[in-house]
């Protein structure tokens, strides 16, 4: 062999490897880059599902905004005589919201009150007070369940725990 043909087969060796080499390095970049786009995927699916519910959150939220909350609560006059005030503290109006005490023997409710229910609307931030006569043969707390529609004449009911206020 002569001096040339030896350094063309260095060179072509050398060719070789370098291409070897680089053809290595490519795929490791190509097997390093298919795992970060499976990262990217799972990311923008994290991201998708994260939005979703921040979406859902928002709609619940201003669903919320249009509906009553109630608060019922007793307060006394004097030592007979009290009401109970029942108050949409919501920013929505209930409408047919109706009164009932459960599990109560004895109403103090005069009955003239109950004739008026079930009141027709209460609008947001407003009240409504049932008069009532306690002595002290009545309970000290009752069980009040309310009942209401909200402007689409769905039904709801809530059971509220009152203590009787000194």
Do not use: H
């Given at each position: 062999?002569?001096?040339?043909e ?28 298919c ?30 905004k ?45 009955s ?5 229910l ?18 002290y ?14 402007s ?6 809530k ?8």
């Amino acid at each position: 062999m002569t001096n040339y043909e030896i350094i063309a087969i260095s060179c072509s060796i050398l060719a070789i490897i370098i291409a070897f080499a680089s053809f290595i390095r490519a795929r490791k970049v190509a097997q390093e880059q298919c795992k970060l786009a499976k990262q990217q995927l799972e990311l923008e699916k994290v991201t998708a599902k994260l939005s979703n519910m921040q979406i859902e959150e928002m709609i619940e939220l201003n669903a919320n905004k249009i509906k009553p909350f109630f608060n019922v609560s007793f307060n006394r006059v004097d030592n007979s005589k009290g009401y109970f005030c029942i108050e949409n503290i919501g920013q929505g109006s209930a409408y047919n919201v109706n009164f009932e005490l459960i599990d109560c023997l004895k109403s103090p409710i005069s009955s003239n009150k109950l004739k008026e229910l079930p009141f027709l609307e209460l609008e947001p931030l407003s009240t409504f007070q049932l008069i009532a006569s306690v002595a002290y043969e009545y309970p000290t707390t009752y069980q009040v369940k309310l009942i209401w529609q909200d402007s689409e004449d769905n039904e709801y009911d809530k059971i509220f725990l009152v203590q009787l206020v000194s």
